[in-house]
């Protein structure tokens, strides 16, 4: 395995700040005081693997990220165990996702052997800045963003001779704060997330970039996030703004989109789908009109709807709301939506046996 270099940061936050943060620390809001960075080079492929102080990215203004969109990331957790080690959570997909979003939008693949230790190394370094919860309702985290860009200087269309890899680390809490509500969410009629051929299935920037209009119009409305449909006919679902979705019947089969190009093949959707069965539920991955879901819940057909991600992990939907109708599954979490949440948040945080070898240590206690 290659070396990283560490850099210590000699002015890191002091404790007090550093604790009174973790107690109160938003989502997304603060980071911690190191990075992981590898560079690529076409003469030298990837190199110069460190972990280094936490701070700005200095970039030439003809960097080709800023005039054409090279970037991807991705998004997982790491989580500090009773026994004070810390774990994340199948992050070897992470890796494949990332290397096939690489694909996508031509940038080099990186090996799952640097991707894993990059984020080894940086909460190695980084790990006061984990939090053990607090009980079985306290969901912090230590939210980690790996992300690539090019970063060549040059003004002209072609895949980029020069990228940057870099991990930053945030200490979390819900994505969601206020405890579990159901959320609303939005259908938007008009604008599109993705499209067949497009780039929907890579987790980019240009991709969320392309939900955010409509993420207003939902947040107008009275929602907290934006249900997409699909590009061709704009009538079968997709997913949200940043999450995928699920139905729940009243027959215990949990329905969900199919997997295309335009849909984004979630780490926390995967493993609701494998957990499903061990929770006695029957899986159906196929194309869902939103006529389906309004006709089968007024038939009491479809009893209960979630989103699903890494920074959300599985959140109720109360309404899906439109400009003509609106379905209401009711203000209280499902009961199928609960366990499923509840079976997940428990393997994450060591609370109960990882029989599916899920979960990946980044550090001892």
Known sequence: MTEFQILKNMQPAPELVREAIKEKPGFGEHFTDHLSHIRFTRAQGWHAHTVRPYGPIILDPAAAVLHYAQEIFEGLKAYRHADGSIWTFRPQLNAARLARSAERIALPQLSEEDFLASLSELVAVDAAWASAPKNDLDEVSLYLRPFMIASERFLGVRSSHEVDYYVIASPAGPYFPGGIKPVSIWLSRTLKRASAGGTGFAKCGGNYAASLAAGDEAAANGCQQVLFTDAAEGKYLEELGGMNLMLVT????????????????????????????????????????????????????????????????????????????????????????????????????????????????????
């Open 250 to 365: 009243s027959d215990n089969t949990l329905i969900t989109p199919e997997l295309g190009d335009s849909i984004l093949d979630g780490v926390t959707r995967r493993s609701v789908l494998e957990l499903a069965p061990q929770l006695g539920l029957r899986v159906e991955e196929r194309k869902i009109e939103v006529a389906e879901w309004r006709e089968r819940h007024a038939a009491g057909e479809i009893v209960e709807a979630f989103a699903c991600g890494t920074a959300a992990v599985v959140t109720p939907i109360g309404k899906l709301v439109s400009d003509d109708f609106t379905i209401d599954h009711g203000e209280e979490p499902g009961e199928i939506t609960m366990s499923l949440r509840k079976t997940l948040l428990d393997i994450q945080y060591g609370r109960a046996e990882d029989t599916n070898g899920w979960l990946y240590k980044l550090a001892d206690g």
